[in-house]
């Protein structure tokens, strides 16, 4: 997962507004989002390489998603799948002695009551209210996609006409390319650096593979919405937290 955008307890409807991508390379095999066989309350996403996830929302009304953290300056650790992260947060395990995982950023927590927790700067703490947004980096980095999709979310979130959910999906289709001037430095390649910066990636063997929209509503009524490339298939689910 690469790009996720948020609303959190910023709408008079909504307590959560979510927008995410998940970008991976295209031969690491994955599930579209369901409700698990092993563990029915948790509808997400799965890779079938490690087994765990990258985002997902359970029956009891908690939320998690993660993204890596991008520094190829950095020593390997080479640690468990990170994916494992979030489905312990979805099933009400709070992150502890992270330092053996490869960096990330992990936002978890019943949905009124979300955190932030990344292993570099050793950060675990509660989310604000507002609009926020996560790449490679951490939370709410002034990378240009980051800035891109605040600034979308942040208009959506305001907007009085147009279908949300339709607005957010083109949001997360947004493929612009970032000037090289604006390109953060993560030890990539300028070539790919460009290639990873704009919110929807296209390029060979990796990219975008799905986007994924959440709305949780106050009286606890969830809709999620999934669509994975590049065959476009859809999965949407709704469900009222506790049901």
């Known amino acids: 997962m690469c790009l996720i955008a948020l609303a959190y307890r910023a709408h ?22 369901h409700f698990w066989e092993d563990a029915p309350h948790i509808l997400a996403g799965r890779d079938l390489r490690a087994g765990g996830t990258w985002l997902g929302v359970s029956r009891q009304g ?17 640690g468990p799948s990170r994916g494992q ?13 992270t330092s053996a995982y490869e960096g990330f950023n992990l936002l978890y927590g019943p949905v009124h009551a979300l955190r932030y927790h990344n292993n570099i700067q050793l950060v675990d ?43 957010l999906f083109a949001l997360l289709a947004d493929d612009r390319v970032a000037p090289d001037d604006q390109l953060p430095d993560t030890g990539l390649p300028l070539p790919l650096e460009r290639a990873a910066s704009p919110i929807f990636i296209r390029s ?16 606890g009524a969830v809709r999620f919405e999934e669509r994975v490339f590049p065959e476009v298939s859809i999965v949407v689910r709704e469900f009222r937290i506790g049901t």
């Open 12 to 33: 008079p409807r909504f307590r959560l507004i979510l927008a995410a991508n998940r970008d991976e390379f295209t031969d690491r095999p994955a599930r579209p989002a």
């Open 62 to 78: 908690r939320f998690a998603a993660i993204t890596n953290h991008r520094d190829l300056r950095r020593p390997l650790v080479g």
């Open 85 to 97: 992260l979030v489905r312990e947060a979805l099933e009400g395990s709070d992150p502890r002695s």
């Open 125 to 167: 703490e509660e989310l604000p209210s507002g609009v926020h947004a996560l790449s490679n980096h951490y939370l709410n980095t002034r990378w240009p996609k980051v800035r891109r999709a605040m600034a979308g979310m942040e208009q959506l979130v305001t907007g009085t006409t147009g279908n949300l959910v339709d607005g």
């Open 204 to 219: 060979e063997g990796y990219g975008t593979r799905c986007s994924t929209v959440l709305l949780v509503s106050d009286d």
